[in-house]
């Protein structure tokens, strides 16, 4: 916090001369690594905002949110600091959601990869859901009698499979080094998993899955969002492997992940 202060008490700056400021009054929001500032700066003539040097997001900021998660629980959204010039400071840590105008779907999506959560707030999830509608309306199939069909807990509307397989055709994983992973379990009952396609990062945990049970239901998790059916295990993929030797398991191509996950009623990730 230290830092973040000095940075922003060093831009006090007019003219290469610093500032006679009084208060600063400072409101950050943030969502995965975008974010806005919210700045008043009393002198003692009155309010001022015409210094040289903008705050943006000083780097520390980010820091102090890593240092602050709280695993499964995640981090502040909003940080109210007030400094004075006899060198008071108040600080506020916000962790409900910001103003919209904060944040865009990619930077749910970074959220969740960078401070996982056990549940997901609401307006997440339906941020997700929302970048699906606005950027893949074609994939869904009005007239299928399956559309606005939940799957898993999700409430996603799935896709026609014809749809899906042209959706994902051009598909190309969001960083490099990701691995497609298909497991087949022979003799799968009930509510077992018959089918489970996997998206590995580098590491070999598993950023998305989708699952087709022995009683016909579909399942699927990604982006830290679980279902439930589906969940994302805390330990490596290849851990959970070793656990099972009658699991059939092949490398698969990133369409045909792509395809399973938009069929089942996945939500569009970068």
Do not use: C
């Not at 999830?125 to 199939?141: A, C, G, K």
């Not at 990604?222 to 699991?247: K, N, V, Y």
């Not at 698969?252 to 990730?269: M, N, R």
Request: net charge negative; charged share 25%; proline share 7%.
């Amino acid at each position: 916090m230290q830092q973040i202060i000095e940075d922003v008490r060093g831009k006090m700056v007019v003219n290469r001369v610093p500032l006679d400021w009084t208060l600063i009054d400072l409101t950050w929001s943030m969502v995965g690594r975008g974010g806005e500032i919210e700045i008043g700066v009393e002198t003692v003539d009155g309010p001022f905002t015409d210094w040289d040097q903008p705050i943006g997001l000083p780097p520390a900021l980010q820091q102090l949110r890593d240092l602050m998660y709280v695993p499964g629980e995640g981090t502040w959204f909003t940080l109210h600091l007030l400094i004075r010039r006899d060198g008071q400071v108040s600080q506020r840590f916000g962790y409900d959601r910001p103003e919209p105008s904060v944040y865009f779907e990619s930077d749910v999506e970074d959220e969740l990869r960078m401070y996982p959560r056990a549940t997901v707030p609401q307006w997440m999830h339906d941020t997700l859901h929302q970048r699906t509608t606005v950027e893949e309306p074609s994939i869904v199939n009005e007239s299928s009698p399956m559309h606005g069909s939940s799957v898993g807990g999700l409430g996603s509307p799935r896709t026609d499979r014809s749809a899906a397989i042209a959706a994902a055709t051009d598909f190309r994983p969001s960083e490099p080094d990701m691995r497609y992973i298909k497991v087949t379990r022979p003799g799968a009952v009930g509510d077992e998993p018959s089918v489970t396609w996997s998206e590995l990062l580098e590491d070999g945990s598993v950023w998305r899955k989708v699952q087709k049970f022995a009683d016909g239901r579909t399942g699927l998790a990604g982006g830290f969002i679980a279902t439930d059916l589906t969940w994302l295990e805390d330990e490596s993929f290849f851990e959970t492997l070793s656990a099972d030797p009658s699991l059939q398991v092949i490398e698969v191509a990133p369409s045909e992940f792509q395809t399973e996950w938009l069929a089942a009623g996945g939500w569009h990730i970068e």
